[in-house]
């Protein structure tokens, strides 16, 4: 059977729609790598990336070195940073790609052209959390995990993809919440509460694999009252655009229910 027409100004109005009255910025985007089906929601937005860059800290450690020549404690900070969001971990690995510069040369070889860090060493929340990106920033970076541009070897890619797999259920919200029964999420999520306004920013980013397709998925928002708040536009969201390239809800209902769990880990407050 044909795949459905995502007709771009229907799913705008309905995003607009659910998304009215909440007071929080929302970019989105998501790719149908099997058909080339696209849509972008805001995509001239930039919002922050918190713990999502996580996965373009690693990709451009992989860039340089390969997976199976990295040494225990530099395989076993990737695994900790991906699966338990593990900032201390993510600041040595940042450290070892060379900080923003090593970042921007791996983006750029990435395409990726609206992404940006802030310069210098990590200090408080002031690194690799606050990275800057536009939602089809973040799935160009999918598609490349996904296969579709040689730039990382398969067993490199499948590597971050499994840990992607394996996050820890208390942060498996997010476009999660958008998959069917029979299909596969690859995530990673960010959470990063700010400072000076006391608004959170959360974003879900990952790769959907149901039968006939691959999706790349990003959920980008910023300004919710909580992190509860920010999930459950990010999972609202992902919903609506995952059922307008699937032609209507999932067989079995609507998704994966919400998860909305404030997470408790020391190891992965804020950024």
Same mark, same amino acid.
């Given at each position: 059977m044909a795949s459905p027409k995502v007709v771009a100004s229907r799913l705008t #109005?309905?995003?607009d729609r659910f998304l009215s009255g909440r007071g929080v910025r929302v970019a989105a985007a998501a790719r149908d790598l099997s058909t080339g089906r696209s849509y972008v929601y805001h995509g001239d937005l930039r919002l922050p990336t918190a713990s999502v860059s996580k996965v373009d800290i690693l990709m451009a450690l992989l860039l340089d070195?390969?997976?199976r020549e990295l040494d225990t404690r530099t395989r076993r900070d990737a695994e900790r940073m991906i699966r338990i969001s593990d900032n201390a971990a993510a600041d040595r690995l940042y450290e070892r790609i060379g900080l923003q510069d090593g970042l921007a040369r791996a983006n750029r070889r990435f395409g990726l052209?609206?992404?940006?860090a802030p310069p210098g060493r990590c200090a408080g929340l002031y690194c690799w959390g606050i990275t800057q990106t536009v939602a !089809?920033?973040?799935? #160009?970076?999918?598609g490349i995990l996904a296969g579709h541009r040689d730039l990382l070897p398969e067993g490199d890619r499948e590597q971050v993809l499994g840990l992607m797999r394996k996050v820890v259920a208390r942060q498996a919200w997010g476009i999660s919440a958008a998959v069917c029964d029979g299909g596969r999420v690859a995530l990673k999520n960010g959470w990063l509460h700010h400072v000076a306004n006391r608004l959170w920013a959360v974003a879900s980013v990952g790769l959907i694999r149901e039968p006939g397709h691959d999706y790349?998925?990003?959920?980008?928002? !910023?300004d919710g009252p909580s992190k509860d708040a920010?999930?459950?536009v990010a999972e609202g969201t992902a919903r609506r655009v995952l059922a307008a390239f699937r032609g209507g809800e999932c067989a079995n209902g609507a998704g994966r229910p919400p998860t909305g769990a404030e997470d408790q880990a020391?190891?992965?407050t804020s950024r």
């Open positions: #109005r309905k995003l070195t390969p997976w052209g609206a992404t940006y !089809e920033d973040q799935v #160009r970076l999918v790349a998925v990003a959920v980008l928002t !910023e920010g999930i459950a020391a190891l992965s």
